[in-house]
């Protein structure tokens, strides 16, 4: 996901995590008090008997770290519950507990029976989201995001939505992920038709009028599709699953030109190879599977969902978002795009941003500008080779040639297009 601006909302986000306005008291261990009642007097009681009555003593709250451990001695109250009767009882007794032990020792080996490694960086995550229920929220959420954004989608044969599609079918069919949609196919999905602006020609859009020839490769299940949303505000960019680009014009400036409109796409299409939004709602049933058990050892709900986030959702989130640098950079090197390019448009994006951004990422879903540009010259050097192995790879050099001989001024024609 892209990070100049803030993501729309989709039924994606599955680890979004909510405010921590839910507290719930902290559950206190059983008071002891020791304090002497008087004998009530009784007829046979002496008047004159002088009245004797005990030093009043209080009941002290005992903090839990103060109970001793398994089979450790009594507290300084003079007697109570271990560590381990404690978690019985708030576990609900032996029985329960037995229970809770099961359905741990389960949730192990499904977790470890799930283990997968991701194809191109070896990483190991946790996935139990098969490809087609990837596929269907994808197809809900592009329906719902087009719902929404009406006629800020800008037609298929928009000159901008063709530049746009161009850099993405360079991108896709040289890496063989499968073929892009023209825009004589991208007129109707699912039965649902966008209502075009920009005063379009309806029958253009249908009968593919202004781009000729067909994208779909034969052999490759995933088509992908790339809509133009024109909200120059956002400079964002995303991808849902099932191959569905999404971009709004608002981060073409910072782009300038098709290798910075490489790195967005690449980095967005790099989401979809590594299965990010699947990762991210498989994740999701761990965090909650561990929240719940912090809260039934007595863990506020509030501090529970902190430390889940601070220590679990967002550095994987981060994680996610370096590994698409990683990926998109090596995508866009074999389509023979200028790899350097990538991280000159991290420093237009910090420069949009006015120098807001954090310089520290312990807080953000995403890594600092500051620490992907030095990522991505770091894999600089990688990339280079994959760009000049690429069979594009000379031509793109000797074109390069071209342009610097009949511009000797510097610069290349082009430079930028938005």
Known sequence: MWSGMPRISTRLS?????????????????????????????????????????????????????????????GPSGGGPTLWEYVKRRMGGDRAVWVYGIGIGGGGIYYVTHLERVPETGRLR??????????????????????????????????????VRKVATRIIESSGLGGVK????MGAIEGTVPTWGGGVDMKDIFMGGGEGGKEAREGKDTEWEVYVIDDKKTKNAFVLPGGKIFVFTGILPVSANDDGLATV??????????????????SMKVLFALGFLLE???????????????????????????????????????????????????????????????????????????????????????????????????????????????????????????
């Open 14 to 74: 599955a680890l979004r995590s909510t405010p921590f306005t839910t507290h719930r008291a902290p559950t206190l261990p059983l008071l002891r008090s020791n304090t002497a009642f008087p004998t009530p007097l009784t007829r046979s009681t002496s008047v004159s008997r002088a009245l004797h009555t005990t030093r009043p003593s209080y009941a002290k709250y005992e903090r839990f770290d103060q109970r001793p451990s398994f089979g450790g001695s009594p």
């Open 126 to 163: 946790f996935m139990d989201v098969d490809e087609a229920q990837e596929r269907e929220l994808g197809r809900q959420t592009q329906l719902q995001t087009l719902s929404e954004y009406d006629r800020a989608v800008l037609p298929p044969n928009h000159p901008i939505s063709k530049r």
């Open 182 to 185: 023209s825009s004589g196919e």
């Open 265 to 282: 796409l690449g980095h967005e299409i790099a989401h979809q190879v590594a299965r990010h939004p699947a990762e991210r709602m498989s």
């Open 296 to 418: 039934t050892l007595g863990l506020d709900v509030g501090v529970s969902r902190l430390l889940l986030t601070f220590m679990l959702q967002l550095p994987n989130s981060r994680k996610n978002e370096s590994e698409a640098d990683f990926i998109g950079l090596r995508l866009m090197s074999r389509a023979c795009f200028d790899p350097t390019e990538s991280s000159k448009m991290w420093q237009r994006m910090s420069a949009s941003e006015g120098g807001k951004g954090l310089s520290v990422d312990f807080l953000s879903t995403h890594p600092a500008n500051a620490k992907r540009i030095k990522q991505l010259e770091n894999w600089m050097p990688e990339a280079q080779q994959i760009r000049a192995a690429s069979p594009c790879g000379i031509t793109s050099d000797n074109f390069n040639g071209f342009l610097d001989a009949v511009n000797p001024h510097g610069g290349s024609y082009g430079s930028r297009l938005w």
